[in-house]
């Protein structure tokens, strides 16, 4: 499989979840809004973001069933993403 690259936005957001991931033990997903409140981007760049990073298999989201993101949280390979651009995760 390709090396996919990832833009300061997508880096970011792992770095975010990997973060609340472990504040909360992993036994909270985290929430979509609280996203865009850490976040320092446009919601629609954050979105777009999101879902390529989803299309990418590094994390995964639920949705209402009106389609709005709910809750995201790191899939395995996200979350090794996210220990390399963190250095550690301990």
Do not use: C, F
């Not at 909360?24 to 919601?43: C, D, F, N, W």
């Not at 990073?53 to 996200?78: D, F, H, N």
Request: net charge positive; glycine share 8%.
């Amino acid at each position: 499989m390709a090396t996919v690259r990832l833009s300061q936005l997508q880096r970011r957001i792992l770095r975010w979840l990997a973060a609340d991931e472990k504040r909360t033990r992993g036994m909270i997903t985290s929430s979509h809004p609280e996203l865009v409140a850490a976040v320092p981007s446009a919601k629609g760049n954050i979105s777009h973001s999101l879902r390529r990073l989803e299309t990418q298999g590094l994390l995964a989201m639920t949705r209402t069933p009106g389609g709005k993101t709910e809750s995201i949280y790191l899939t395995a390979a996200g979350r090794q993403k996210a220990i390399k651009l963190l250095g550690s995760y301990e």
